[in-house]
């Protein structure tokens, strides 16, 4: 495939499992400069071990946890420090708290956590990096968001706090979308229900397509208008 994020700066959260340290191999290996975020520090230390020297140092790490308040100042304070500007921001990280059930009869706390990580996280760091995002070269900002919130989505049983957490995030989007109209390109990324810690065994999908999804996605969004892409195409929200 030929790639045009050949020397983007890419900040990548959840980059250490998963979705995102499959996409963190490929970008790095697409020729991207990449910081990976997550909060396992020493999964994390393995995928700088392992990307670090391979990628003549084009992948970067930081261990922070993005529930704390702090973690967006911390990760803009990294960037400016060591790029002075960033690219491509792709909000990966999130999580699966409950499973089974209602809304209404999901434990007292899991809507509110799963809220926090999934949509105020994502909310918190790009408020903090928006004037690096806007030195950056044709800026992106990706929502990782997912089928489980689109309108169908919400009309099928089981992982209500996370569906409603991709709901909002995917209307967070548009939101970003509208206030950097012409300024920064802003989409979500649907990768597909992926067998991950996340998606669970019975998934159909591998990190791996995931990731080449995610891919052609950078390559094929552009600066065209806020939609939700799945493997580079736009699909209904």
């Known amino acids: 495939m030929t790639s045009s994020i050949e020397g ?55 261990a922070v946890d993005l529930g704390r308040p702090e973690a967006a100042e911390l990760i803009r304070a990294k960037i400016e420090s060591t790029w002075g500007a960033v690219d491509v921001v792709i909000h990966n990280a999130g999580v699966m708290l409950h499973h089974e059930g209602g809304i209404m009869e999901e434990p007292e706390g899991v809507l509110e956590q799963t809220m ?4 105020m996280a994502p909310l918190r760091v790009t408020r903090a990096l928006l004037p690096l995002l806007l030195k950056g070269e044709r800026p992106q900002l990706f929502n990782v968001g997912s089928g489980a919130g689109t309108h169908q989505g919400m009309t099928e049983p089981g992982i ?78």
């Open 8 to 62: 983007r700066r890419i900040l990548l959260t959840g980059a250490s499992r998963g979705i995102g340290l499959a996409a963190a191999r490929l970008l790095v290996e697409q020729g991207a400069v990449v910081l990976g975020v997550a909060r396992d520090g020493e999964r994390l230390a393995g995928v700088q071990a392992e990307l670090g020297a391979a990628s003549g140092g084009r992948f970067l790490s930081m």
């Open 160 to 237: 209500s706090a996370y569906r409603l957490s991709k709901w909002a995030l995917h209307g967070l989007t548009m939101l970003q979308a509208r206030d950097l109209s012409g300024r920064v390109a802003v989409h979500v990324f649907d990768p597909g229900w992926v067998r991950t810690d996340l998606g669970g065994p019975n998934a159909p999908g591998t990190a791996e397509e995931a990731a080449q999804g995610l891919l052609k996605t950078l390559l094929a969004a552009g600066d065209q208008p806020c939609a939700l892409f799945k493997d580079g195409a736009v699909i209904p929200w």
């Open 116 to 119: 926090d990580l999934n949509v």
